[in-house]
Structure formats: structure tokens, C-alpha cells
């Protein structure tokens, strides 16, 4: 309630103000009135809300324009389709299929790749291309790619509103997630800054979560960005075991899941129904769901299966194969090295789970996920890397680091380098025309000054997505900038 002293100030009496609010609130009350210039003993309840409702409009005005502002003048602006012809000379081409040229020419027309060659041996005429780009000193890479990621599918984590990555029920093949992909998303440029500049962006949820497809991450709409729409269906293959949360930091040992066998069946039940469906020639009604998996029982789309342990990717994989299902990626694979006879026998290539993970279990090796990669090199399993897992959309900026990490422990630089490039687009099936610096291919390209792989040497100049010279710069480098200037620091 308001204290006697404050009455004393303003006056108050209780047929004026209902008096019951608390000792800070009321306090609160008092000095916010004579901040706006009012005396206490002249108190005119009316005046005041008038003078405080206009005073409101104009910060709320301001704050918007602010804002507003700020959102506008840092998303960098897709970049329009390239006329002139480029020449990027004199740099190291790391090729992405294993080869490097030291001083090598890479010549670009029309958004394609027309010459890769060796500097030392081939001549290129005075006046054959419009701008060349002396890369001395410099490293040329395929732009990397990043599979199984949402991307533009969530903003922030913590806001219902900015996540549309997964939807309700177990059995969502039907769902596209092309279609809510975010070209505005303000991550996205930050993951093109390290490299990333193609991506395959995948829902979550659910048993059968949805279908994917290949965007580039430059493009001022999902139809502009599309590289390979609905390219296959994700199949989310229950855990045996499930993890113990012991607090908000620390996890425990490991627990049966009571309804893996449930779970099981129910997948067994759809994937059979779905065979049925396709068996019939004719319906007397179309189901979607069941005609989002044709593809996937044709061999026109892959199936890609998230599963973990040992036993369940012999399962899951089993599963599938029952019903005639023949193009299988498996996703995550953390025990794939433990049966690469059977993937190899199956031809089943992996998209490896996150590498900067702790082992999954107590008595593993504690650089288990660090030498997956090598593991599967040296047992002739066709792989890439992935960066799924907590604040996944963040993570993506990191995956040229993971492959960093890949050639600490075990691969050759170049063989770490087609685990986000060639490797990758093989996976995908975009292989014909991204992956390589190779002539006919697209002309989806990054210069960096450094090792591209290597945190602290990683500096790209240029990037190119089919030819188009796209901004390297995003709400980072904005505020970079801005207080590099009020310091006035170099």
C-alpha cells in the first residue's frame, strides 16, 4: 500500500486512487510521475495518461524505424547473375576429388566452370576473360556442402514462432521442407562466410519426419534457391536406449526404451502399407503420405535413415530393404564403423553425425567420433560429414572445422576436404554439376587466404555460387565493423 510519506507527497486521497497497490509498485508510480514533469501536489490523472500515451507512440515509432533499420541494412542482398567472364589465377586448386594444382587458372562464363588448368603449362590470351583475379598466395576450393541440416528452418531455438523445423504425428512423409525454407534467415550468412554455401535442409520429428531437398544459400526466394527439390524422405529409426539426465549439466548412464519395440512395429506397419499402396495400379482416393514415399519405393528418391548403434542400423536397414527399398543413406552412424562389411555389402553411404561430440559410451575411446571418418576411409565406405545436434543451424558454420578435425585424426587434407564437397554431393546427387572444381560443373567456388580447414587460417576473400561474386558479410561483420570504428581500431 502506499506509505504515509508518499500520500504526504502527492496528496493522495483514497476516493482519488484505489488504494491497494505494494510499497514498490506505488514507488515506482510516484517517480515516474514526477519524471514526466508533473508536481506531486497538482496531480491530474488525465493529463498525465495523455502526456505518457504520446510520449509512447514516439519511442515505439523509433524503436521500430531502429529496428526495422538494423534488419534491412545487414542481410546482405542475394547477388545478381554474373555477365562478365572471371579468371581466378596464379592460386592452389584443391580439386575436391583427392587432386591440387599449385598454380593453377580456373576460367568462369556464364555461372560454369570452362577451364581448370595448370598455370605453368597452359596459356590464357590477353583479353580472354573480363576481370582476373590474382589468387597468389591463395587457396581455391568447391564451395562445401552441408548435408542434413535446418538451415533456415529455425531462427532462434527459444521462440515458437521462428521454429518451423517439425510438426505433429509420427508419420509426416508429406511434409516438405522446402517450402518453409527461410532465405532471409540472419544465420545464413554468417555459415556462408566459412565456406558453407550449399545445403540440405532436412525436418525433424517425429518416426518419418518428412522430405528434404538441396538449396544454395544465396537466393532471394526457396524457388530461386532450390538445386534439387524433394530429393528423399528421412526415416527417424527409434534409440534402444535412451540417455539419463541427471541435472541441467550433466548426463547419466543409459536406459531400455519401453516403447522401442512399439515404435518398431508401427514403422514395420506403415512401411508395409506404403508397399501395398504402391503395388495397386489405381485408388479410389489418393493418400498423401503414402504418394510422398513413391518415390523412395521407384529409386527416384533416397531414403535416409537416422540411427546410431549397431543393432539398430542392421534393423532399420533390414526393415527397408524387406519392401524392395534399394537407395539408402544412413545419417548419424556412430557404431558404423563396427559394421562396414555389411554397409559396404549393401552399398550404404554415411552422413556422419556431428565430430565435436563426447563419445556415447562410457567406455569408449575418448576420440571415438574424431577418427569415424578414417575408420570409414580405410574400409571403403563412401561418407561425408554432417552437422546435426544442438543449435544444429549455428553448428553449420563449423563444418569446415570438422573436417579439419577428420585430417587431425587420421584422413589426408584432401580426403577431409571431399568429406564436405565431392563426398557430399555424391551422397545428395548432385554430384553431376557441384562437388569439384572441374570444367562443365557449376561454378560454386570459395578463395580463401588460408587453409579453408583450419579455424585460425580460415579467411574466405571471394565466393563464388554459380558465378554470382555473393556479399561476405552478415550481422557479425555489421557489428564488427561498428565498433572497430567507435574505437577507432584497424
Not at 521442407?177 to 555459415?191: G, M
Not at 540417455?243 to 516403447?259: C, P, S, T
Not at 565406405?381 to 553449420?396: H, K, R, S, V, Y
Not at 557449376?442 to 558465378?467: C, H, K, Q
Request: negative net charge.
Amino acid at each position: 500500500m502506499f506509505t504515509s510519506d508518499m500520500k504526504q507527497r502527492i496528496g493522495l486521497k483514497p476516493a482519488n486512487i484505489v488504494d491497494f497497490v505494494t510499497p514498490d509498485l506505488s514507488r515506482g508510480l510516484l517517480n515516474s510521475i514526477e519524471n514526466m514533469g508533473f508536481s506531486p501536489n497538482n496531480l491530474n490523472l488525465k493529463e498525465i495518461k495523455t502526456h505518457y500515451i504520446n510520449n509512447m507512440k514516439k519511442f515505439l515509432l523509433v524503436t521500430f524505424a531502429c529496428i526495422s533499420f538494423t534488419a534491412f541494412a545487414q542481410q546482405p542482398i542475394p547477388a545478381k547473375p554474373e555477365t562478365k567472364s572471371i579468371l581466378l589465377a596464379n592460386g592452389t586448386i584443391h580439386i575436391g576429388n583427392g587432386k591440387v594444382i599449385q598454380n593453377g587458372l580456373v576460367g568462369i562464363k556464364n555461372g560454369k566452370i570452362v577451364l581448370v588448368a595448370d598455370a605453368g603449362t597452359s596459356r590464357v590470351e590477353n583479353g580472354s576473360y573480363d576481370t582476373t583475379i590474382n589468387c597468389m598466395g591463395k587457396q581455391i576450393y568447391p564451395g562445401f556442402i552441408a548435408p542434413n541440416c535446418t538451415l533456415g528452418l529455425v531462427e532462434t531455438e527459444s521462440v515458437r514462432a521462428e521454429t518451423d523445423v517439425a510438426d505433429i504425428g509420427a508419420f509426416n512423409p508429406e511434409l516438405r521442407s522446402l517450402i518453409a525454407y527461410n532465405t532471409d534467415s540472419k544465420i545464413t550468412p554468417v555459415v556462408r562466410i566459412n565456406g558453407v554455401l550449399t545445403a540440405q535442409i532436412v525436418p525433424r520429428g517425429g518416426l518419418v519426419s518428412g522430405t528434404s531437398s538441396v538449396v544454395s544459400l544465396d537466393a532471394w526466394n526457396w524457388q530461386d534457391a532450390t538445386i534439387k527439390t524433394d530429393d528423399g524422405v528421412h526415416l527417424d529409426w527409434p534409440r534402444m536406449h535412451r540417455r539419463i539426465r541427471l541435472n541441467e549439466d550433466q548426463m547419466g548412464g543409459y536406459a531400455d526404451n519401453k516403447n522401442y519395440d512399439k515404435e518398431v512395429q508401427l514403422i514395420q506397419k506403415f512401411f508395409a502399407d506404403a508397399h501395398a499402396y504402391m503395388e495397386q495400379k489405381t485408388h479410389e482416393e489418393t493418400d498423401i503420405k503414402m504418394e510422398a514415399m513413391r518415390g523412395i519405393f521407384n529409386g527416384t528418391e533416397t531414403l535416409f535413415i537416422h540411427a546410431e548403434s549397431a543393432k539398430e542400423i542392421l534393423a532399420s536397414i533390414t526393415l527397408v530393404k524387406n519392401y524392395g527399398i534399394s537407395k539408402i543413406v544412413l545419417v548419424g552412424g556412430l557404431d558404423s564403423w563396427m559394421i562396414t562389411d555389411f554397409l559396404k555389402q549393401n552399398n550404404i553411404a554415411v552422413i556422419i553425425r556431428r565430430l565435436h561430440s563426447q563419445p556415447e559410451r562410457p567406455e569408449g575411446d575418448v576420440d571415438e567420433t574424431y577418427k569415424l571418418p578414417y575408420e570409414l576411409q580405410k574400409a571403403g565406405i563412401l561418407f561425408c560429414l554432417g552437422t546435426a545436434g544442438d543449435m544444429e543451424q549455428n553448428a553449420t558454420r563449423n563444418l569446415p572445422f570438422m573436417a579439419g578435425t577428420a585430417a587431425a585424426y587420421g584422413l589426408s587434407k584432401e580426403e577431409a576436404l571431399q568429406a564436405i564437397t565431392l563426398n557430399a554431393a555424391k551422397i545428395l546427387g548432385i554430384d553431376s554439376h557441384l562437388g569439384s572444381i572441374e570444367e562443365g560443373k557449376d561454378a560454386t567456388i570459395i578463395v580463401s587466404s588460408g587453409d579453408a580447414l583450419d579455424m585460425e587460417t580460415n579467411n574466405i576473400l571471394w565466393a563464388f555460387i554459380m558465378g554470382r561474386n555473393i556479399q561476405l558479410t552478415s550481422v557479425q561483420t555489421a557489428l564488427y565493423k561498428e565498433y572497430m570504428n567507435k574505437y577507432g581500431l584497424k
